[in-house]
């Protein structure tokens, strides 16, 4: 188990290290959380900020609950940190801190449609340290995340 540990901090540090040059540009702005309804006790502990619609995002649809991270670099580009906060249970309680063996982690995959202030033409889409380009051509960008995913868009 310690050799599986550790090739998921491996592989999580070598994916963060693919991307750090771009990310290191952006400085947080804020973020948004995305209820869906589906009951996830985390949200109760998150002050919620509603800074990404400041940043450029006017709407919100998804299949789960997310967390979106809004981001500015120096040029006043918004980027979106987009993470997977789906349904979440624990099945076993000791207090509000902490669970204990038998927890129960449930979180779905799904998509996300972020629909902008602004038309752009592209997104960049760095997801597990991969950075991919795709077309928009609108105001509006739909993305598929699996379970426990997370991604950062820079559209333009």
């Not at 987009?82 to 076993?92: H, T």
Request: proline residues 1%.
């Amino acid at each position: 188990k310690n050799q599986d540990l550790y090739d998921i901090i491996k592989t999580t540090n070598n994916e963060v290290r693919n991307w750090d040059e771009i990310y290191s540009q952006y400085t947080w702005a804020g973020y948004t959380v995305h209820d869906t309804g589906k009951k996830n006790k985390m949200f109760q502990y998150l002050k919620f900020n509603d800074s990404c619609s400041t940043y450029g995002v006017s709407s919100i649809k998804s299949d789960e609950n997310l967390i979106i991270g809004c981001f500015k670099d120096s040029a006043n580009q918004n980027a979106y940190m987009i993470v997977n906060a789906g349904q979440s249970e624990y099945s076993k309680y000791t207090n509000r801190n902490k669970y204990v063996d038998n927890a129960k982690f449930a979180m779905e995959s799904g998509s996300v449609t972020l629909k902008f202030n602004q038309s752009y033409n592209h997104a960049i889409i760095i997801k597990n340290g991969v950075k991919s380009l795709i077309n928009v051509g609108s105001d509006s960008l739909t993305l598929s995340y699996d379970s426990y995913d997370g991604m950062f868009v820079i559209p333009f």
